[in-house]
């Protein structure tokens, strides 16, 4: 008994535990991916061949669906419905591309969310890709297809920024590959009319999908962050450490359009932030001025000097954005519940 006691209370027992219980939940998840993979690759497979069988005409599906069903009475995945879903899949999605992208990782109903919702192939690819690298649920994804985030984030013509002149070159990459335009933003019932404070008070009251939002890495280090200068005090409005890009993020909140003044200011938050907040291993602190117009060329203009790295972008409340894509959103209560369940998302119907 006295050995058994030894052993419990040994630090190096417990190691050897914990090492045991890491490596049984990495195998798991490798063979829970790797089964994912081999079943889309079969979907693939099993869709190529409806293609080629296309003789038999229109009932040839359903008729398969029931000698599959009788053959395999437990698996699921083996309908009528889900069978045109993969003669769609191997249709439109190249067996290379989906190789390459990872595209078999995902979950077939995230495939087929993608299938229905986007037409383009580049865009297809872009959401299946980020998917992956955010481990969205299907309904967050739906949620940013409704957005449509590809137009807001993946296109960087449409972004204002000093991003690549101010930074190292991979760092400013990613640091517009990062930036949004416009951001979209729910605040409840408030009007067009708001003040900074309510729409800070309403974001920041739901830090989830704020974070959201805001993508990826971004971790929430406080609102109206206060710093003293020479007996002065300043107050930030959002600020951010973005775990992916290593530094700090500034976020400046205005509810009218964009005026050069602005950059000056958020010029001083991050000469300010670098000097007080930032360790020597971080990057340079980075700047996200949010206006309700970011009036293009004179944001342009302003920050054609200025050497701190600072973007410009609008953003819109959720009841703005077009009604046909606000139609297709999931409720925040939805996102809300999914959003801390967003591994488990399984291979189904």
Request: glycine share 4%.
């Amino acid at each position: 008994m006295e050995n058994l006691k030894n052993i419990i209370n040994d630090d190096e027992y417990f190691k050897f535990l914990n090492e045991i219980k890491n490596d049984i939940i990495t195998t798991r998840r490798k063979v829970l991916t790797q089964a994912n993979n081999e079943v889309i690759l079969m979907y693939h497979r099993i869709g190529k061949g409806l293609i080629k069988n296309t003789k038999y005409g229109n009932s040839f599906i359903d008729t398969l669906a029931k000698d599959l069903k009788l053959e395999f009475p437990d698996m699921q995945g083996l309908s009528a419905r889900n069978l045109r879903y993969m003669k769609k899949f191997a249709k439109e999605f190249e067996y290379d591309s989906i190789l390459q992208h990872d595209v078999a990782k995902l979950p077939w109903t995230t495939i087929t969310t993608i299938m229905d919702k986007i037409k383009d192939e580049q865009e297809r690819l872009w959401y299946a890709e980020k998917t992956l690298e955010n481990l969205w649920s299907r309904t967050i994804l739906e949620h940013q297809i409704g957005t449509d985030l590809y137009s807001r984030q993946a296109l960087l013509d449409n972004k204002i920024s000093n991003y690549k002149e101010t930074l190292p070159i991979e760092l400013g990459k990613r640091a517009l590959e990062m930036l949004k335009d416009p951001y979209v933003f729910d605040i409840g019932g408030y009007g067009k009319d708001v003040l900074e404070k309510d729409v800070e008070d309403a974001l920041v009251s739901n830090i989830t999908n704020l974070l959201l939002e805001f993508g990826n890495g971004f971790a929430f280090v406080g609102r109206q962050y206060h710093l003293e200068i020479e007996g002065e005090d300043y107050y930030i409005d959002l600020l951010f450490y973005n775990l992916n890009l290593k530094c700090y993020v500034v976020v400046e909140l205005k509810t009218v359009k964009f005026i050069p003044e602005f950059a000056g200011k958020l010029n001083f938050y991050l000469n300010a932030v670098d000097m007080l907040l930032k360790k020597e291993d971080d990057n340079p602190t980075i700047g996200i001025l949010l206006c309700r117009d970011e009036h293009k060329l004179t944001a342009e203009l302003a920050l054609k000097d200025i050497n701190k790295p600072i973007g410009v972008a609008e953003y819109k409340y959720l009841q703005e954005i077009p009604e046909y894509l606000a139609n297709n959103l999931p409720s925040i209560e939805t996102l809300e519940k999914r959003l801390n369940n967003r591994n488990n998302d399984s291979i189904k119907e």
